[in-house]
C-alpha cells in the first residue's frame, strides 16, 4: 500500500520559517523523482520544488528561489521542505508528490498539509 504523509505545516508569521516532511512508503522511494506542490484557494496547483533521485538534482519555481530548499533522505525515505523567509502568498496546502522511474512510470500525491502565513 502506498503511502505518501506530508506533516510540518501550521500557522506562521511572515518571515518566519517551517520545515515540511513526507515519510513514503510501499514504492521504491530511492528511483522516484520528488516533489513539493501548493494549491492556494481559488488557484491552480502549481510545482514548488523538484529533486531527482540519482543525483539529487534540484529545481525551484522562481517564486521560491533563495528561501526554500527540498532535500531527500533516502535511508528513510523522506522527503523535506524547508521553507524561510515565509510570505502571505505562501499559504497554500502543500502535496508531496511522487514518480517512480519505470515503464510506465507510477505517479503518487499525498493528503496536503496546510500553511498559512499570517500575522
Known sequence: QVQLVESGGGLVQPGGSLRLSC???????SR???SWYRQAPGKERELVAAITSARGSTDYADSVK??????RDNAKNTLYLQMNSL???DT???YCKAVQV???PLTYWGQGTQVTVSS
Open 92 to 94: 497554500a496546502v502543500y
Open 66 to 71: 533563495g528561501r526554500f530548499t527540498i532535500s
Open 102 to 104: 519505470g515503464v510506465p
Open 87 to 89: 510570505k502571505p502568498e
Open 23 to 29: 515519510a513514503a512508503s510501499g514504492f521504491i522511494f
Open 32 to 34: 522516484s523523482v520528488m
